[in-house]
């Protein structure tokens, strides 16, 4: 059995690594091409008396071959919802200033000229939230096990690929569905009560529905976002609205089953390939306990529609550790993600429901605000 491109690619950049470097792995594992011989080239690296090249190559393997070789990762759905990445900080501020206050002219208010005009404006402040590690030890025998073949090398280095990352990537999507579900029992987001579509009057309602927030999101409010639920009805509304193009909505794979997605894209004025383009289709809306139970039921929940600035999650960090255990002879390696994971009471964002949230309090979102 020949090596796979992708393989192949993978460990010679690590040698070509080794060689920037200037460290001793180049020096005794050779390139490998279509007839390298797995055997030998397992030999070098699991040789007794080169413990240097051995431990250079989970370090090595860190840095390159989790990005060379074809695998299965899950595709986070979701993840088109994630900003750009903080590097530094463990706090941002989301500021929203409301457009100004026309007045009729007056050609002889000379006194105006001097008159202090303050925007209004808010802040609302976002933290870095989430710190969570993935871990995965590999022991020597297993090592031994994934030099029998190119095959078995490549479905080592896989799995470990899909261990780490696939972990972190269902987190994400299950976190990203949490900030909703979080924000429904918290107060944080417009809630609208419809009938669970089940036959064709209520699905015609439950369309209606979405397409007149589709039109209102579009047009200049205060009635979508969650600004003053969160701070009262002494606090300035904030005016805003949403470009049709920031327009999305996320709903259960069960309401999208009940629906005739050409009414729905129809009823947003769209063919059917846009409207997909704009719908992101989840499970469900419940939120875990790390142990797979379920923390908070989001059953009320039928679908939400946002701006996409309603969703305020961006990456702090995304690094991969690693270290020799001598004690037990095993590779520890560690995938650690740093993210924030927040929504926005500028943005407007309703979640249609079948019911108000319970008096259980919500939790994620995080944010502070003031005016």
């Given at each position: 059995m020949q090596?796979?491109?992708?393989?192949?690619?993978?460990?010679?950049?690590?040698?070509?690594m080794?060689?920037?470097?200037?460290?001793?792995?180049?020096?005794y594992?050779?390139?490998v091409?279509?007839?390298?011989?797995?055997?030998?080239?397992?030999?070098?690296?699991?040789?007794?008396?080169l413990?240097?090249?051995?431990?250079?190559?989970?370090?090595?393997?860190?840095?390159?071959?989790?990005?060379?070789?074809?695998?299965?990762r899950?595709?986070?759905?979701?993840?088109?919802?994630?900003g750009?990445?903080?590097?530094?900080?463990w706090?941002?501020?989301?500021?929203?200033?409301?457009?100004?206050?026309g007045?009729?002219?007056?050609?002889?208010?000379?006194?105006?000229?001097?008159?202090?005009?303050?925007?209004?404006?808010?802040v609302?402040?976002l933290?870095?939230?989430?710190?969570?590690?993935?871990?995965?030890?590999?022991?020597?025998?297993?090592?031994?096990?994934?030099?029998?073949?190119?095959?078995?090398l490549?479905?080592f280095?896989?799995?470990?690929?899909?261990?780490?990352?696939?972990?972190?990537?269902?987190?994400?999507?299950?976190?990203?569905?949490?900030?909703?579900?979080?924000?429904?029992?918290?107060?944080?987001?417009?809630?609208e009560?419809?009938?669970?579509?089940?036959?064709?009057?209520?699905?015609?309602?439950?369309?209606?529905?979405?397409?007149?927030l589709?039109?209102?999101?579009?047009?200049?409010?205060?009635?979508?976002n969650?600004?003053?639920?969160?701070?009262?009805?002494?606090?300035?509304?904030v005016?805003?609205?949403?470009?049709?193009?920031?327009?999305?909505?996320m709903?259960?794979?069960?309401?999208e089953a009940e629906?005739?997605?050409?009414?729905?894209?129809s009823?947003?004025?769209?063919?059917?390939?846009d409207?997909l383009?704009?719908?992101?289709?989840?499970d469900?809306?419940?939120?875990?306990?790390?142990?797979?139970?379920?923390?908070?039921?989001g059953?009320?929940?039928?679908?939400?529609?946002?701006?996409?600035?309603?969703?305020?999650?961006k990456?702090?960090d995304?690094?991969?550790?690693?270290?020799?255990?001598?004690?037990n002879?095993?590779?520890?390696?560690?995938?650690?993600?740093?993210?924030?994971?927040?929504?926005s009471?500028?943005?407007?964002?309703?979640?249609?429901?079948?019911?108000?949230?319970?008096?259980?309090?919500?939790?994620g979102?995080?944010?502070?605000?003031?005016?």
């Amino acid at each position: 059995m020949q090596p796979s491109a992708g393989l192949v690619t993978a460990l010679n950049k690590m040698r070509e690594m080794s060689v920037a470097d200037g460290s001793v792995y180049h020096q005794y594992v050779p390139t490998v091409d279509a007839d390298t011989d797995i055997a030998k080239f397992g030999q070098v690296i699991l040789d007794s008396n080169l413990t240097p090249v051995y431990n250079e190559f989970f370090s090595l393997l860190k840095r390159i071959a989790f990005f060379a070789i074809e695998n299965k990762r899950f595709a986070n759905p979701l993840s088109f919802l994630e900003g750009a990445n903080m590097p530094l900080g463990w706090a941002g501020q989301n500021v929203h200033v409301n457009p100004a206050k026309g007045r009729a002219f007056n050609v002889n208010d000379f006194a105006g000229l001097l008159q202090k005009y303050e925007a209004e404006y808010m802040v609302e402040y976002l933290n870095v939230n989430l710190d969570r590690q993935y871990p995965v030890t590999i022991t020597r025998a297993k090592i031994k096990q994934a030099f029998t073949s190119w095959g078995d090398l490549e479905a080592f280095i896989e799995g470990i690929i899909n261990s780490l990352y696939n972990g972190a990537e269902i987190d994400a999507y299950n976190y990203t569905k949490a900030l909703v579900t979080s924000a429904y029992y918290g107060g944080r987001i417009v809630t609208e009560i419809v009938t669970a579509p089940t036959t064709e009057a209520t699905d015609k309602a439950f369309v209606k529905t979405l397409r007149k927030l589709y039109r209102k999101f579009q047009l200049p409010s205060s009635e979508y976002n969650a600004w003053k639920l969160v701070n009262g009805d002494e606090a300035k509304a904030v005016t805003t609205w949403t470009d049709a193009s920031d327009i999305g909505v996320m709903i259960t794979a069960d309401i999208e089953a009940e629906l005739d997605v050409e009414v729905l894209a129809s009823a947003f004025n769209m063919s059917k390939a846009d409207f997909l383009g704009r719908v992101v289709v989840v499970d469900n809306f419940d939120v875990y306990n790390d142990d797979g139970t379920v923390n908070k039921s989001g059953a009320a929940i039928q679908a939400v529609i946002f701006d996409r600035n309603f969703f305020k999650i961006k990456t702090q960090d995304n690094e991969m550790d690693e270290f020799y255990n001598p004690n037990n002879r095993t590779w520890q390696y560690y995938l650690n993600v740093n993210k924030m994971y927040n929504t926005s009471l500028f943005a407007n964002a309703v979640a249609l429901v079948t019911s108000a949230p319970s008096t259980e309090g919500g939790e994620g979102g995080g944010n502070q605000s003031q005016s």
